[in-house]
């Protein structure tokens, strides 16, 4: 498809890490450095083009906060399979002090 001039967004959840594993356990590993979201039915997904975008959430203190980043995916919204994203948390001990650069 074309390129947006416009930031998109789109809504789903976390999937279950266990599951998300066995999903990809035939195509790909996936790691506790990985985190699935998406919905399965195929209708909301990352794509080509996203890779290194974020995965947001938002807090009880109303504040969002980076979770993940775009890494790959079985095709493009392909049904039974969710996004899989770059799990930021497995990365704090290194984002930390160099963040404060």
Same mark, same amino acid.
């Given at each position: 498809g074309s390129y947006s001039d416009v930031l998109m967004? /789109?809504?789903f959840d976390i999937q279950e890490? *266990? *599951?998300c594993r066995s999903t990809y356990e035939r195509d790909l590993q996936i790691t506790d450095v990985h985190l699935? +979201?998406?919905t399965l039915d195929g209708s909301k997904d990352s794509c080509q083009g996203d890779s290194g975008g974020p995965l947001v959430t938002v807090g009880k203190?109303?504040? &969002?906060?980076l979770i993940g980043i775009v890494s790959f995916g079985k095709n493009c919204a392909l049904q039974g399979y969710p996004g /899989? &994203?770059?799990r /930021?948390?497995? &990365?704090l001990d290194w984002l930390a002090p160099n963040? +404060?650069?």
């Amino acid at each position: 498809g074309s390129y947006s001039d416009v930031l998109m967004e /789109v809504s789903f959840d976390i999937q279950e890490q *266990e *599951e998300c594993r066995s999903t990809y356990e035939r195509d790909l590993q996936i790691t506790d450095v990985h985190l699935c +979201a998406g919905t399965l039915d195929g209708s909301k997904d990352s794509c080509q083009g996203d890779s290194g975008g974020p995965l947001v959430t938002v807090g009880k203190d109303k504040r &969002y906060y980076l979770i993940g980043i775009v890494s790959f995916g079985k095709n493009c919204a392909l049904q039974g399979y969710p996004g /899989v &994203y770059t799990r /930021v948390t497995e &990365y704090l001990d290194w984002l930390a002090p160099n963040l +404060a650069d």
